[in-house]
């Protein structure tokens, strides 16, 4: 049984990470997590005379049942006042992994990810699956091509370790570097090129390569945190984000 925790936001968002992360093991466990506001002037719903986190544990029971995809799934419910940042990073050390689904805010003319998104993929205790949008299915063992965007020689070692709890096989990993000069993918050059010398031409390569070569998952390794917040906000991954492609990501160090 993985358990896996899953951040709500009553958006098509949380809809997408509910129906994805049933998929992604025979036998999940999901704990939904909702936080609001400690002041009572911040929140958002009004729930009349009922108390307020029993409002929102209704809310947050029904906004599941409607959405989910397996009525035999086990399923917890958490509700925490306070920072969801603050709050996933304290309890990420008992689950197997967080499914968080990207969020369309337009930034340079493209889709991505909140600061906040970033922060908890770098102080997580556990994996983080960062998945993109959209309505086809995901699921861990039908990932035939993924990549490790290798930064640390370190990161291997990681890697073998971690994989294989999530029933990933490391030697399947296919490793890139930002350094390297010689290529047999004309989508990781096309993204390296850019990233150098910003021909717009290469952008229509990027898109085009990477439908005829079918990248399933991308891995990263978070060492230092703050280092890691601005690699993730680097056009290298922006330009990742534009094909929608998965990104999961493990914490060096980590206890789990």
Sequence with gaps: MKK?????????ESVNSIIKASALFEQVELTLLHCYPVRGYNREYDFGDQDYEEGLRNMLREFYLKHRVDSKLKIKLI?????VSEII?????????????????KVKDGLWYSDK?????????CPVLLLPSRSD???????NVIWHIKRKEIESDVLNND????????????VKSLEQSRFK???????????????????RIIKESQISEKIDLILLISHSKGA???FMKSEIIQLINQVNIPLLIFQAGSKK
């Design 4 to 12: 896996i925790l899953i951040p709500i936001s009553f958006n098509e």
């Design 228 to 230: 890691f917040q601005e």
């Design 163 to 174: 994989l294989p709890k999530i029933n990933i096989n490391p030697s399947s990993v296919i």
């Design 79 to 83: 509700l925490r006042p306070g920072n």
């Design 89 to 105: 990073s304290s309890i990420s050390q008992l689950f197997d992994l967080i499914v968080i689904s990207r969020k369309e805010l």
């Design 117 to 125: 998104v970033f922060y908890i993929a770098s102080m997580a205790k």
């Design 137 to 143: 299915k995901f699921s861990f063992k039908n990932c």
């Design 185 to 203: 993918s004309s989508f990781w050059k096309a993204i390296i090129s850019y990233s150098k010398n910003h021909d717009e031409r290469l952008l």
